[in-house]
């Protein structure tokens, strides 16, 4: 059974790349993870920008375990990609180590959903921390970042963008990274 959820950037900005920076790596992740997205929107200088995005539906009540816990674990890494994508834009990578006291970082409501997910799985030492990990390992390889920077300056450039446009511009993008 499928979700909608719509992701939307955290806090108003008029700083259209981040923005779209944010969008992009949540919506490639999403995408990398399986799940169907199905609009990007980056409007307004920034102010307005979300993903729509069908993933799993999880258990509503109690701790998370099995298939729960392995798409709740996709869940987070979609929702912390974009905070990591927008981090990386102004540097080249991202260079934040995550860390839970931070109140910056609560502010994020990406923050909120991956610490209210992780707090539901019924496992042993805490998930944030390495799914924050993977997400970076994954998101800064050459042909993703391509990737995800495709997708955030065509985003710019045109505001909106359907889930076939955006799989298209990552996948032309990958495949022009692995010929340079």
């Given amino acids: 059974m499928m979700e909608f959820t719509r992701y939307a950037f955290p806090y ?33 200088d920034g102010r307005e920008a979300w993903i729509d995005v069908d993933h799993p539906r999880l258990s509503a009540d109690g701790p998370l375990r099995g298939y729960d816990t392995i798409n709740a674990h996709k869940i987070i890494r979609a929702s912390l990609a974009g905070l990591a994508a927008q981090d990386a834009w102004g540097f080249g990578r991202c260079c934040r180590r995550f860390i839970f006291c931070d109140k910056t970082d609560f502010a994020e409501a990406a ?36 990737a995800v920077s495709a997708v955030a300056e065509t985003l710019i450039r045109d505001g909106e963008l359907s889930g076939t446009e955006i799989a298209e511009i990552a996948n032309t993008a990958i495949l022009r990274s692995w010929h340079q």
């Avoid at 030492?125 to 970042?145: A, G, I, M, N, S």
């Fill in 12 to 44: 108003p900005t008029r700083n259209l790349e981040r923005a779209a920076f944010f969008i992009a790596g949540q919506a490639f992740v999403a995408r990398s993870e399986g799940f169907g997205v199905t609009r990007a929107v980056v409007v307004n």
């Fill in 111 to 146: 923050i909120w959903r991956a610490i209210s997910l992780a707090g539901r799985i019924d496992a042993g030492p805490p998930v944030l921390p390495p799914l924050w990990q993977e997400v970076q390992e994954y998101l800064f390889t050459d042909e993703h970042w391509a």
